[in-house]
């Protein structure tokens, strides 16, 4: 099972390096199927908006609801999840080279969002990499029997690891 997970305690710091990870590795040609996240700081406000693209070039879609600064609830629309989730299935009908997928959240850890996307691409021997943050951490080690490969927040890291699993020379 090819699957690396990558973490970091920098607020913001996985959906950046991911992000660089699939534009250099779209650039050598490689078949992405997945999301990459971007958070966009909202001035006087304490939240961030949360977009996400879909690989390998769009949609790019909200998956933030704006609860109100005072709101202590899951700011995730979940409806807007579940459409990046079907965006992500639909490539499925094609060559996929890397799955790649921004987080391993509480949906996934609940078993809905991403979750089956991911087991799918496993059971299909293509690889997978994933954030994860401590929240999940626990229900991430379950799901994937403690397999996974953890890697640090370092781009050219994940891209050898990446390269190495698709026996391409890592350049």
Same mark, same amino acid.
């Given at each position: 099972m090819d699957i690396a997970a990558v973490s970091s305690t920098e607020r913001g710091q996985t959906? =950046?390096?991911?992000?660089?990870?699939?534009?250099?590795?779209?650039?050598?040609?490689?078949?992405?199927?997945?999301?990459?996240?971007?958070?966009?700081?909202?001035?006087?406000?304490?939240?961030?908006?949360?977009?996400?693209?879909?690989?390998?070039?769009?949609?790019?879609?909200?998956?933030?609801?704006?609860?109100?600064?005072?709101? =202590?609830?899951?700011?995730?629309?979940?409806?807007?999840?579940?459409?990046?989730?079907?965006?992500?299935?639909?490539?499925?009908?094609?060559?996929?080279?890397l799955l790649l997928i921004n987080k391993f959240g509480k949906h996934e850890a609940e078993g809905r969002g991403f979750r089956n996307l991911i087991a799918e691409a496993l059971s299909r021997d293509i690889p997978v990499v994933v954030g994860v943050n401590t929240l999940n951490e626990d229900a991430f080690t379950a799901f994937v029997d403690d397999s996974a490969e953890r890697l640090a927040p370092d781009s050219a890291e994940i891209q050898r690891w990446c390269l190495a699993r698709l026996s391409c020379d890592a350049a």
């Open positions: 959906d =950046k390096v991911l992000a660089d990870v699939a534009q250099a590795l779209l650039g050598k040609g490689l078949r992405l199927a997945g999301i990459v996240q971007t958070n966009i700081e909202r001035a006087g406000h304490r939240h961030c908006d949360m977009e996400v693209m879909v690989l390998p070039a769009g949609p790019v879609m909200r998956i933030n609801q704006q609860l109100g600064e005072g709101a =202590k609830g899951c700011r995730l629309d979940t409806g807007a999840l579940e459409t990046a989730v079907a965006e992500v299935e639909a490539m499925f009908s094609q060559e996929i080279d």
